[in-house]
């Protein structure tokens, strides 16, 4: 498994951007599919962005389409999810996952398609 650590959450205005970022640990990174995901209080786990092992090929949900982007820069070990426009309904713990697979062409959108979590990072968008 590789070991994430997400980093950049924090409180911010409605229309604000937010940066996140997750350092993952092992020499398998580079070869792994990415996603973020990302749990409101009360409500179940939902996918945000998820990006193919060379970077080549991003997945969105609809209420994020347009306003959140999805990178990875393999040589640092790092996935980020730059969130623009954020509106309150964007609050919610934000969670990194790595998939086991390797050199998987098309990333997934299913969170059971991965293995490896951090602890996530919370966003709380104010209006």
């Known amino acids: 498994q590789v070991q994430l650590v997400e980093s950049g959450g924090g409180l911010v205005q409605a229309g604000g951007s937010l940066r996140l970022s997750c350092a993952a640990s092992g020499r398998t990174f580079s070869s792994k599919a990415m996603g973020w995901f990302r749990q409101a209080t009360g409500k179940e786990r939902e996918f945000v962005a998820a990006i193919n092992w060379s970077g080549g090929k991003m997945l969105y949900a609809e209420s994020v389409k347009g306003r959140f982007t999805i990178s990875r820069d393999n040589a640092k070990n790092s996935v980020y999810l730059q969130m623009n426009s954020l509106k309150p309904e964007d609050t919610a713990v934000y969670y990194c996952?790595?998939?086991?697979?390797?050199?998987?062409?098309?990333?997934?959108?299913?969170?059971?398609?991965?293995?490896?979590w951090g602890q996530g990072t919370q966003v709380t968008v104010s209006s």
């Open positions: 996952a790595a998939d086991p697979a390797n050199w998987r062409t098309n990333p997934s959108s299913r969170s059971g398609d991965y293995d490896s």
